[in-house]
């Protein structure tokens, strides 16, 4: 099969965390006064978190940094080196519990994974498309998957059902955050509050004849599930799901004649 070449020449890219060459000036020249990694990388989350991915450029980058674009190339080759930097570096702001810990029960931790997972993701809308887009290779990206595994292992699942335990857990967590991220960052371009947004969607459907049927039942459904307000109604349905998970685990683990040891409890 004939191989083909990547656009405009360049070699195919693996990842920012994979680069092994000195960096000797780049595109920018001289190295620029004042600036590192760290300072770009922290300029970076914060325009993606006040403008969103879709708005962010080299060039606002530099705006921001009060250089020229130019200068920033000294530090990073392309715009996905710096977001790649980016996503890792908002990765280390998630609380990891001890595996090793004594007295503290897998399930707990694992819900604090969860949890801290999902916050993470609606803080940073923008987490999500690059999440799946990058090898997450960085070292809070790994230290994350490393403490993730390690509590998983204590469920005391067999090996080969690890994987499927962790995806299970984690892609949820993924979807769960990725909607209610976008629910919120929709909210805020309205200029209303997450309650009004929500009572104002609900009237208009209602009125609707071909949604007045799945609202009615969606309205019942609601008010079954409880909750005041709309941060109420989603955090009561992320605790059910994840409670719901758990439990398979546990189901799974007294299939397959696992036990809780004191090592794994």
Request: glycine share 10%.
């Amino acid at each position: 099969m004939a191989k083909t070449s990547p656009p405009s020449g360049r070699s195919a890219r693996t990842s920012v965390w994979l680069e092994t060459k000195t960096r000797r000036g780049g595109r920018g020249g001289g190295q620029p006064s004042g600036l590192d990694r760290t300072r770009i990388t922290e300029a970076t989350v914060r325009l993606l978190d006040a403008e969103g991915l879709a708005k962010f450029s080299m060039r606002r980058l530099a705006a921001e940094l009060n250089v020229t674009a130019m200068s920033v190339y000294w530090y990073v080759d392309t715009k996905d080196d710096l977001l790649e930097l980016a996503l890792d570096a908002v990765f280390g702001e998630l609380r990891l519990p001890d595996p090793e810990a004594e007295g503290e029960e897998w399930r707990d931790q694992l819900r604090m994974l969860a949890t801290e997972y999902r916050t993470l993701l609606v803080r940073h809308p923008w987490l999500s498309p690059l999440a799946g887009t990058f090898l997450n290779i960085g070292p809070n990206s790994l230290a994350f998957s490393r403490v993730v595994q390690r509590v998983i292992r204590r469920t005391g699942l067999p090996d080969h059902g690890l994987t499927g335990a962790i995806s299970a857990v984690f892609q949820f967590v993924y979807g769960y955050g990725t909607i209610e991220g976008h629910f919120f960052a929709r909210v805020a371009d309205t200029g209303m509050t997450p309650d009004d947004y929500f009572r104002h969607a609900m009237t208009t459907f209602d009125g609707a004849p071909t949604t007045a049927e799945v609202v009615q039942e969606s309205k019942q459904l609601m008010a079954a599930r409880g909750g005041d307000t709309v941060a109420d109604m989603m955090n009561r349905d992320f605790t059910f799901a994840l409670d719901l998970l758990v439990a398979g685990i546990e189901a799974m683990v007294k299939r397959d004649g696992g036990k809780d040891s004191p090592s794994r409890a």
